[in-house]
Each structure stands twice: as C-alpha cells, then as structure tokens.
C-alpha cells in the first residue's frame, strides 16, 4: 500500500473512532437528573429500559411491560422497597413509588439477567 493510501485509512480510522458510539449494552441508559416520575420499558430484547432512573424522594417510576411476560422483584429487599410486582405481566402498565433514600436494585424473575435499578435522592435545597 502506498503512502497516501495508508495515510487515507488511518485518517478514515480517525475519524470513525472519533465519531466513537457508546460501548455500553443495550438498555443502559440513565434519565439525566432526578425526577419525581420516571418511565421504564419491560422490552421483549429483554432488558428493562432505562436500566437506572434517578428519582425524588416520593417518585413513582410506571414500568409499561410490553408483549413480552415480565415481573419485578426486589430480592434483596431492601428498607423502603415497593411491593414486587408478582406474575406474569404482558401488555400492562404499573406504578411503583418510591419514599426512601437508597438504591434499588430489581429483577425479573422470569428472565435471569435482567435487572434495572432505581436510585432514589431526596431533594436539594
């Protein structure tokens, strides 16, 4: 390869690793601040998203579960945890509200690996 060819492929390499994208998986994203209400989609690629959300003390966070079956459990039951939402949920939507400080951390039992996590903040002044 000639000189300019391969100065040609490394500029392309450049500029294509500047462009970059994100090496983070799928379903990873954050909500940018704290919020009193937060969506998350159960989606049928299996992952809960966003997979954190960033609430207020006294947020709600409404998890629309899609065609795809899906519950949520907070296994490791932290204080001030909502209930779990139980069963086999497809094509419904459901509240939960969150009023304590901490992060929760939950999972769908039905599909091992797939887990989201609430951080719930309380307001500054």
Do not use: W
Request: proline share 8%; hydrophobic share 40%.
């Amino acid at each position: 390869m000639s000189r300019t060819g391969r100065a040609a492929v490394l500029s392309s390499i450049a500029v294509l690793a500047a462009c970059g994208g994100s090496t983070a998986p799928v379903g990873t994203a954050i909500n940018n601040g704290p919020t009193l209400a937060a969506e998350v989609s159960a989606d049928p690629s299996i992952a809960f998203t966003p997979n954190t959300v960033n609430l207020l003390v006294g947020g709600s966070v409404t998890i629309d579960f899609g065609p795809v079956a899906h519950n949520v459990y907070f296994d490791n039951q932290p204080a001030g945890a909502p209930p779990d939402i139980t069963g086999s949920n497809a094509n419904v939507s459901k509240s939960l509200t969150f009023s304590t400080v901490g992060t929760f951390v939950y999972d769908c039992h039905i599909h091992p690996g797939m887990h989201g996590t609430v951080v719930v903040t309380a307001p500054t002044a």
